[in-house]
């Protein structure tokens, strides 16, 4: 069964930093485009930031450039995204999402969604 597992979430306060990972379960990453997504209280789900395959391009929303930076470490399978100088308004569920080669800017793109992280920022 294909999924990833999203894990490293919690409780920060404003200024802080968290690294969440986003591990692959019953299949190689190395051919897949990650996606992270979000998706706060009364919200739909937005993309963050996508890293692909092919060359570790990267891309971020304009709401996190500067602040957060993924990753990909193919050896552990696993995809990371961290978050710096984060704000109440980063306070969301965070998902990763895989699909083929690249990225796009569409959620409906991806797939083999985890379970989600909790990211909450408050102080």
């Known amino acids: 069964q294909f999924q990833l597992v999203e894990s490293g979430g919690g409780l920060v306060q404003p200024g802080g930093s968290l690294r969440l990972s986003c591990a692959a379960s019953g299949f190689t990453l190395d051919y897949y485009a990650i996606g992270w997504f979000r998706q706060a209280p009364g919200k739909g789900r937005e993309g963050v930031s996508c890293i692909s395959s092919s060359d570790g391009s990267t891309y971020y929303a304009d709401s996190v450039r500067g602040r957060f930076t993924i990753s990909r470490d193919n050896a552990k399978n696993t995809v990371y995204l961290q978050m710096n100088s984060l704000k109440p308004e980063d306070t969301a569920v965070y998902y990763c999402?895989?699909?083929?080669?690249?990225?796009?800017?569409?959620?409906?793109?991806?797939?083999?969604w985890g379970q989600g992280t909790q990211v909450t920022v408050s102080s």
């Open positions: 999402g895989a699909r083929a080669f690249h990225c796009t800017n569409y959620e409906r793109d991806f797939g083999s």
